[in-house]
């Protein structure tokens, strides 16, 4: 059975960090691509950061860059995305994802609330 659970999420002041784990089973995320998503109140879901499957390489949305980190162990079937100088529009409901190389969606989880807030 394919599980995608993401944790991590919670309410933290203009300036703070979180790390975010999304833990996975049912299937092997070393061959997948696998990212981070977001999406605001009445927003559209955007891509925040993706880690491919081979060399570690990784992509980020500009309004993230060096702030966030993703990265994966392949070991425990999890990926985390390390977030620094939250900002409040950082505010959004962080949903993981697991694609193939190719592009195909394959699986998503059901998201963590990260609230970024004085």
């Known amino acids: 059975q394919v599980q995608v659970v993401e944790s991590g999420g919670g309410l933290v002041q203009p300036g703070g960090s979180l790390t975010l784990s999304c833990v996975t089973s049912?299937?092997?995320?070393?061959?997948?691509?696998m990212s981070w998503y977001r999406q605001a109140p009445g927003k559209e879901r955007d891509l925040v950061a993706t880690?491919?499957?081979?060399?570690?390489?990784?992509n980020y949305a500009d309004s993230v860059k060096g702030r966030f980190t993703i990265s994966r162990d392949n070991a425990k079937s999890t990926v985390y995305l390390r977030m620094n100088n939250l900002m409040p529009e950082d505010t959004a409901v962080y949903y993981c994802n697991a694609q193939m190389p190719w592009g195909q969606s394959l699986y998503w989880g059901q998201g963590t609330q990260v609230t970024v807030s004085s």
């Open positions: 049912g299937f092997h995320i070393s061959n997948k691509v």
């Open positions: 880690i491919f499957t081979t060399g570690g390489r990784t």
